[in-house]
């Protein structure tokens, strides 16, 4: 990593309050931008999240805007209304108001004498998401975007469903992890020390946990359009480039993206990365100097320079060479390769039956704490992110071997398994796994799938099974970018079951799979001669000087445990978002977070999944609050049950202490 604190711009900081449309209510906003601008105007690029400025994000904010601002560029960092340092009470995410407000922005930032009147929106996951939408609104002035580990479609491939199921344990820890985040209080440094209480009393008094909304809808109805961008990539004006890795769960939207928007204003770069910036070194690399690839993006469209983005292929991507199971890389070995076109004339579809010579149906039935081998499903560059050996998990499904491949084998794309079966239940999921199976034996997963047979013929509606019927059915799997070596099997692993990420039906079921008439569809990439991709080494600028504190009693990321006479499965996760710390300004910010899976055997209705969080913010005698909360999900035959709670404190006294209990019927979960 390279670090840099010299420009050619000088750069300054100020804060500033920012106007809403109702005329009530202010965000607030850190600027950095040239100290010349105000005679030398220059374009705006907008950051615009819920996560905190004053503290949460405030390390890899250091990092970036003042590198942009040097550059010649004013960044800028945005709370959005309730959230943070701003006015108003928290909404649900990416609600009208929050859309609305980021226009408001976008339009404000314009309008600034030290502005060009052109702005461009970046952000990862939550920012990226809401560049997205706020681009399909077309605001004159938004020239630009760059998405990263973003999603288009808020039903499909968001941490709420995935192929159409319930996601365990995302549905259940985001929820639990935002109840916890918007109940945090605003900065009485930012706001004022006669501010502070009063607005965070008006927060937790207007609170709702999410969980509640999401899932009301279990289907992809009018609520789930709602700012996918998949509906009409026709909106989106901006030119977009989208970013992702291939152990981030929305790489696929990547893919939708440069298929669908047109050639000149779009561009897809997916490395082997996790749900973080590509350019910050953490687990899997390698890294690369992102920031530098997103000035030439900025340059390109908002100063009208000709950097050579447009010359670069469509889509740069990834390809992992194969490695041993292991829950962490540092860095990947690999190659990078461009396609000019999405999809690729490159990359041919190979089919391949399960097992040609097998009419005879097989069962799967496989234990219900399938998927505790999973890995996290937002893997953050942590030590226990990725999924293990999966031989235990191909041990619990039903296993379809190709021979030792003769030759290296390169895949890009997303690869599909159709499947003939019957299902003995209405209600049945079925969970493919791709794996790279060593000679050794040894199992790395390279990507899998998802489906609720209940949304097969689509995820707007639930369609139950009519047991003693067979019918053939496909199972998209994510994308990946994969080279399986000579040698080697293709494993094609099929379960019913999948806990924590699947939330099991009610009723214990089995299936029935016709291997000589179930394929599975491999997107195969063409070797060929082609021109190196290179990037340059990361810079950023120089790190905010925070002090992390290393935890009293360290404890697992991920444990599972097994109550052998109870036969009852537990995994206890750590979420590690970053530990407690201290900040420059003398801030303390304190967190902590534990979730925790149980479920027993052959029994799917004792599924259960609590998150709990404290976290305390105290700075000199005058500000200390503190924040517990807890959320639980479980279900009967009918419903799903939601408890939640959160206790807040300032200065030892109890502030707000509100409970919630909410239930849902299982339409399609």
């Known amino acids: 990593m390279k670090y840099r604190d010299q420009f050619e711009r000088q750069v300054v900081r100020e804060d500033v309050w920012i106007p809403t449309r109702d005329g009530a209510t202010r965000l607030h906003a850190r600027i950095w931008r040239p100290a010349d601008a105000g005679s030398d105007p220059v374009p705006a690029l907008l950051e615009y999240l819920p996560y905190r400025k004053s503290d949460w994000t405030a390390p890899r904010d250091a990092q970036r805007h ?20 701003s006015e108003g009470t928290p909404g649900d995410e990416y609600d009208a108001q929050e859309l609305a407000d980021g226009v408001d922005v976008v339009n404000w930032l314009a309008a600034q004498p030290w502005c060009t009147g052109k702005v461009g929106m970046f952000g990862i996951s939550w920012g990226g998401f809401n560049a997205l939408q706020i681009a399909a609104l077309a605001p004159e002035p938004l020239k630009a975007v760059v998405t990263v580990c973003s999603t288009d479609d808020r039903y499909d491939n968001d941490v709420h469903y995935t192929g159409g199921a319930v996601l365990g344990i995302d549905m259940l820890a985001w929820a639990g992890t935002m109840l916890a985040f918007a109940s945090r209080p605003p900065d009485p440094a930012s706001v004022g020390t006669d501010r502070w209480l009063p607005m965070w009393r008006e927060r937790l008094d207007t609170l709702q946990p999410f969980l509640h909304t999401w899932l009301d809808h279990q289907e992809r109805d009018a609520y789930w359009r709602h700012g996918s961008v998949c509906e009409d990539y026709t909106a989106i004006d901006a030119a977009v480039l989208a970013v992702g890795g291939w152990h981030d769960p929305y790489r696929d939207t990547v893919l939708r993206l440069v298929e669908h928007l047109p050639a000149d204003r779009v561009r897809g770069l997916i490395g082997p990365w996790s749900h973080q910036y590509p350019d910050r070194g953490l687990p899997p690399g390698p890294a690369i100097g992102f920031l530098q690839e997103t000035l030439r993006w900025w340059d390109q469209h908002l100063k009208d320079t000709d950097t ?12 992992n060479d194969p490695v041993p199971p292991a829950t962490s890389y540092d860095v990947l070995p690999g190659r990078w390769v461009g396609e000019t076109d999405w999809p690729s004339p490159q990359v041919t579809w190979s089919e391949r039956a399960l097992a040609p010579d097998s009419r005879t149906p097989v069962l799967v039935r496989s234990p219900v704490h399938t998927g505790l081998d999973a890995g996290r499903f937002f893997p953050f560059g942590n030590a226990s992110d990725l999924p293990p050996d999966q031989r235990e998990e191909d041990g619990r499904s039903v296993c379809f071997d190709s021979e030792p491949l003769a030759e290296r084998v390169e895949i890009l794309g997303r690869p599909r398994v159709g499947l003939r079966l019957d299902s003995a239940t209405p209600r049945a999921h079925v969970i493919v796994r791709l794996c790279d199976v060593a000679p050794d034996g040894s199992s790395t997963l390279v990507t899998r799938g998802v489906l609720n047979l209940l949304s097969r013929h689509g995820r707007d509606k639930a369609v139950e099974w009519t047991p003693g019927t067979y019918e053939d059915v496909e199972v998209e799997l994510t994308g990946i970018g994969y080279a399986f070596p000579p040698g080697h099997r293709v494993r094609v692993a099929v379960s ?36 190196p991709i290179v990037f340059e080494e990361p810079e950023q600028a120089p790190a905010l000087p925070v002090t992390y504190d290393r935890p009293a009693e360290p404890r697992p990321e991920r444990l599972v445990t097994h109550d052998v006479a109870a036969g009852e499965w537990t995994l206890e996760v750590d979420p590690n978002y970053g530990g407690s710390r201290t900040y420059p300004d003398g801030l303390r910010y304190e967190e902590s977070a534990r979730e925790t899976y149980r479920i027993r055997a052959a029994d799917p209705l004792s599924a259960s999944a609590v998150s709990q969080w404290r976290i305390r913010l105290r700075r000199g005698d005058d500000y200390d609050a503190e924040i517990m909360t807890r959320t639980e999900l479980r279900a009967t035959a009918a419903d799903f049950v939601m408890d939640s709670r959160i206790e807040a404190r300032a200065n030892g006294e109890t502030v707000a202490k509100r409970s919630w209990h909410h239930t849902s019927a299982r339409t399609s979960g």
Do not use: C, K, T
């Open 308 to 319: 050579g983005v447009l010359r670069e292929p469509l889509l740069r991507a990834w390809i």
């Open 66 to 85: 003042p590198w942009y601002a040097g550059h010649g560029y004013a960044s800028v960092r945005v709370d959005i209304r309730g959230h943070g340092d």
């Open 496 to 531: 019913d079951a999948y806990w924590p990420w699947v939330w099991p039906h009610g009723e214990r079921g089995e299936l029935r799979v016709v291997p000589a008439d179930s394929a599975v569809h491999l997107p195969v990439r063409a070797a060929a001669e082609e021109p």
